[in-house]
């Protein structure tokens, strides 16, 4: 590929985390979601513009994008059997023992695709 290539993009994917969070017990508890993402532009290359490249102004590659999103998802259970329906959130109350959690990633343009550097959930008791 290219210096700058990400490969192919699609418009929406999922990312499962790879734990089932135990609490322990059954009771009320804050769940807070933390995203840390970037809007990328993969086919506005550096190396296809013209002209002399200290002359070159704006953005390294592209233009500022923002119609990329992530969206954190968690599914509650309370004997780690039957879970709930994903309930997207940021911020919110749960009444569970255990809680399973997914990010679902889109991009409204195939041009245009999310970076991810962090992700994380944390629960207040």
């Known amino acids: 590929g290219t210096f700058d290539g990400t490969g192919g993009i ?5 990312y499962r985390f790879s ?3 135990d609490l322990a017990t059954v009771a009320s ?9 970037a809007s990328l532009v993969v086919d506005t290359l550096f190396d ?3 002209g002399l490249f200290d002359a070159a102004t ?10 990329t999103n992530c ?3 968690a599914s509650v259970s309370n004997d780690n059997v039957i ?6 959130f940021m911020v919110a109350d749960f009444n ?18 999310i970076e991810v550097s962090e992700l994380s959930v944390a629960v207040k008791v």
């Open 83 to 88: 879970y709930s329906a994903w309930t997207p």
């Open 71 to 73: 969206t954190v998802y």
């Open 19 to 21: 734990a089932t969070l």
């Open 96 to 113: 569970c023992r255990y809680a399973k959690f997914q990010a679902l990633l889109t991009s409204s343009n195939t041009a245009h695709n």
């Open 48 to 50: 296809s513009n013209s």
């Open 29 to 37: 508890r804050r769940f807070h979601a933390h995203i840390k993402s």
């Open 10 to 14: 699609r418009t929406e994917g999922t």
């Open 58 to 67: 704006g953005l390294f590659d592209g233009a500022d994008v923002n119609d």
